[in-house]
């Protein structure tokens, strides 16, 4: 296709290769179908001085190739992407090496089909493209990009990214038509109106004006067909059976000669690219696609699926797909069944339920289809589509049950267990356990026996937890089974993290490498989860900050929505210990919109806890978030989650000064923690926040902090919150101070942190107490807010606190320096400070170093 109005896209994106040389960038060309997006990437790349090329092609089968465009790219590049298990990441610094030595450009066509996974290198590589000479450019058809389609998240951060520009192909003018059709008696209006101006049906409207005016893009494709002989129509339908092209090797064993290909070429139809012979344009093959007469597809498709399995090697994404749609049930479920467990290797886990879904789908055979279900049901688990997962379960249950297979009925009994749990409905997660253990014919069925022991360590019956443990480990041991011994390890650790074990920690951590370096990504990710949420528990705030900036991108790279939701929820509250409540507020958002049930309990709490402390409007719906955490509580019924509801209820009474009929119960809730282990900092929130109200907590076992208030050793106690970087807690301690310049000053440091109700009622505590001068609210505007960072600008303040120069400071969060001034202006402006130096200095204060 000719290059017609096109001359400003196309130097713009010329500009960006000349530029190569000194920086990288990012161009996205988005536009219709039959825009003309390849057509001016071609001719800016294309016989060019400035840098070499390499494309990587997406491709519109019905489940992509997991990370195929990176893998063709990097191939291109002579770095081989290998087969192996890879994180994401590790592919992405891959590419930006290979560009790091010769300027670059990468060229991404049709990202409308792109695969997840490739958007995540995508974006690894986006974010650092500064720092390279490479220029990414990614092609798309911006009217099939919706708002959850899995480009989303690259095109949102390419808006933010001061490297990157979108160049948008709009139609084509009336004039610039009325060129393309000079010599035809075509009229440029009515062509302009068939088609909108859209260059591919344009030119190939003129490259026919004695047919018919083509009213659809079929006609106009089809048009070009018209005087193909029958044999060499036939191959043009082969061809348009495959989306990702044929390759030149496959053309022997389809029958196709070489004069024919030539003819076919005449055509304009096609054309050669680095994987053989493709349509010109996807709409051209789908319009010869859709004129395949009633029948005939399913024998092409076969056609081309048995030249595959001859010339061996083929991707079996596709081998699945021609084997569909040829009606192979063996073949499909055969091929699929490879996809997925590829797909799941790659850490596509999407990838892999769309293929489990056709291999399932591919089946009548009870036990097969079964047991591919239960494969379906963890990956739907995975990507945290859990109704989806709970119903594909009890269809394998009731398989299971028919063909009489009770080890197959004891897994689906236990992976329904795992589902029931994290939709969080504990009584009936307890139940399918139990028939689990229960329908297994052998001891050796250790699955079952492993989620008894994380359900008993989740609600802190840890003698029980350990009981199971061993049973796992034996059954591990017997078996060989080293992700069984695994999970079992980390459970354990976990346990003995809780108790109070010096080493735990360590060994938690040790095990949750381990498991990931071995490909176990749910194992790895549950340790991490379960690790970070018993740091914040125990108040190791720190220590868990620095584990989430490692854990949280691993369940991205893997494609772990599961775990993600839950360590994002765990980093909510995070972020509302430390008083950094807008984050906190982010977080919960993002987990409150779609995520897993047992991940929101948090979000719920920080929804309602911030905006009570802040004083904000009263529909802001904090009654609504409060009843739902109380709600989860009673489903997920364990101590720690009673405990910290009970307590937000608690600290909602003392702030309105209201009461609350579920607080009777309270006291004795405290008393009968004191036997449970690892409760003694829940229990001792709520004993601090019983004895405001006035009521006696008789709390035994709790943690040091509220122990030092509880004996009123406020001082002391304030002072143990602050070395845990919880400036929440330290003013509440020291509002209780009988030292009345540090109560006094405990005000302001509430007011500073955004807290402006709970200021307002430790104005009216102080004045009950006698204080004759109790300062009035201070004005808004006189106060800094970092409780009011967002989590980008959190990042920025602690690397201004470690002594980073803007420049350093944006090499290191792979932004440019002008974006990460606009970041540190901001910044300071929030925390109402002048300088840098003035970060540095108050960055134990702030909770940032």
Request: hydrophobic share 45%; charged share 25%.
């Amino acid at each position: 296709m000719d290059l017609v109005e096109r001359e400003p896209q196309l130097e713009q994106l010329r500009a960006a290769l000349r530029r190569a040389t000194d920086e990288g960038s990012v161009v996205a060309v988005a536009g219709e179908a039959g825009a003309g997006k390849s057509a001016l990437v071609r001719a800016a790349t294309s016989d060019q001085p400035w840098s070499r090329v390499a494309r990587g092609l997406c491709d519109p089968l019905d489940t992509p190739r997991p990370l195929g465009p990176v893998r063709d790219v990097l191939s291109e590049l002579g770095t081989a992407p290998g087969q192996d298990p890879v994180a994401l990441a590790a592919l992405g610094e891959r590419l930006l090496s290979a560009a790091a030595d010769e300027p670059t450009t990468v060229v991404i066509e049709d990202a409308q089909w792109i695969d997840e996974a490739s958007v995540d290198v995508l974006r690894f590589v986006a974010r650092r493209i500064e720092l390279v000479p490479l220029v990414l450019v990614i092609t798309y058809r911006e009217g099939e990009i919706g708002p959850r389609h899995s480009l989303r998240p690259l095109l949102g951060d390419l808006a933010r990214l001061d490297s990157a520009a979108t160049i948008h192909l709009a139609g084509l003018s009336v004039d610039a038509i009325r060129g393309l059709l000079q010599g035809t008696p075509l009229d440029a209006v009515t062509v302009w109106a068939l088609t909108a101006g859209n260059p591919f049906f344009v030119t190939e409207i003129a490259r026919h004006p004695a047919e018919r005016l083509p009213t659809s893009v079929r006609d106009a494709v089809l048009a070009g067909t018209s005087a193909v002989d029958a044999d060499d129509l036939e191959v043009l339908q082969l061809l348009a059976t495959a989306p990702d092209g044929v390759d030149d090797r496959l053309f022997p064993h389809l029958g196709v000669d070489v004069p024919q290909l030539r003819r076919l070429e005449g055509t304009g139809l096609l054309r050669r690219s680095r994987r053989g012979v493709v349509y010109r344009h996807e709409l051209a093959r789908l319009a010869v696609e859709g004129a395949i007469p009633a029948g005939v597809a399913a024998s092409l498709h076969a056609r081309v699926l048995e030249a595959l399995e001859r010339l061996g090697g083929s991707d079996p994404a596709v081998l699945a797909h021609h084997a569909h749609a040829s009606g192979d049930e063996g073949r499909t479920l055969r091929y699929a069944d490879r996809a997925a467990l590829d797909a799941a290797l790659a850490g596509s886990h999407r990838e892999a339920v769309s293929f489990l879904e056709l291999a399932a789908a591919s089946t009548s055979d009870p036990q097969d289809r079964a047991a591919l279900l239960e494969r379906l049901s963890f990956q739907l688990y995975m990507v945290s589509r859990l109704p989806e997962a709970l119903a594909v379960i009890i269809e394998a249950s009731r398989l299971w049950e028919e063909v009489g297979d009770q080890d197959g009925l004891s897994a689906a009994h236990n992976r329904r267990a795992l589902i029931e749990y994290y939709l969080a409905r504990r009584a009936e997660a307890q139940c399918h356990v139990e028939a689990a253990v229960a329908h297994a014919s052998s001891p050796t069925h250790g699955s079952a026996r492993a989620m008894q022991m994380f359900l008993a360590y989740r609600r802190n019956a840890l003698r029980e937890a350990r009981s199971s443990g061993a049973v796992v480990r034996a059954i591990a041991s017997e078996r060989r089974d080293e992700e069984l011994r695994l999970r079992a390890d980390i459970v354990g650790a976990a346990a003995d993290l809780v108790d109070g074990s010096a080493d735990a920690r360590e060994r938690l951590l040790d095990l949750s490498a381990e498991a990931a370096s071995r490909g176990f990504d749910e194992t790895a990710s549950t340790g991490w989860s379960q690790l970070a949420a018993i740091d914040v528990e125990q108040r190791r705030l720190r220590d868990a900050e620095r584990l989430l900036d490692r854990s949280l991108p691993f369940t991205v790279e893997r494609d772990i929505p599961i775990c993600n939701q839950w360590q994002t929820g765990v980093r909510s509250r995070l972020q509302l210990e430390r008083g950094r409540w807008e984050a906190a507020l982010e977080d919960a958002r993002s987990v409150l919109d779609g995520g897993a049930p047992i991940a929101s309990l948090w979000p719920h709490l920080v929804s309602a806890l911030v905006p009570l402390r802040r004083g904000d409007a009263p529909d802001d719906g904090v009654q609504d978030h409060l009843e739902r955490a109380w709600r989860l509580a009673q489903e997920i019924d364990e101590p720690l989650a009673l405990l910290a509801v009970t307590t937000a209820l608690a600290e909602r009474a003392w702030l309105l000064g209201s009461g609350d009929p579920r607080l009777e119960m309270a006291a004795t809730l405290v008393r009968d923690a004191g036997s449970v282990p690892g409760v003694q900092w829940a229990s001792g929130q709520l004993a601090l926040w019983l004895g405001r109200l006035g009521l006696d907590p008789g709390a035994v076992g709790v943690a040091e902090p509220a122990r030092l208030q509880l004996d009123g050793r406020t001082d002391e106690a304030a002072e143990h919150w602050r070395a845990l970087g919880a400036p929440y807690e330290r003013a509440l301690a020291a509002l209780d101070s009988l030292d009345e310049g540090t109560a006094v000053a405990a005000l302001a440091d509430l007011e500073t942190m955004g807290a402006w109700a709970t200021a307002q009622r430790g104005r009216d505590v102080l004045r009950a107490r006698g204080l004759a001068k109790v300062p009035a609210r201070r004005r808004v505007t006189t106060v800094a807010n970092p409780a009011g960072l967002t989590s980008r600008q959190l990042d920025v303040a602690r690397l201004v606190a470690e002594g980073l120069t803007n420049s350093e400071l944006a090499q290191r969060l792979y932004i440019s320096t002008r974006t990460a001034d606009h970041h540190v202006s901001a910044v300071l402006a929030k925390l109402g400070l002048a300088t840098r130096r003035d970060v540095v200095r108050q960055a134990a204060d702030l909770g940032l170093v």
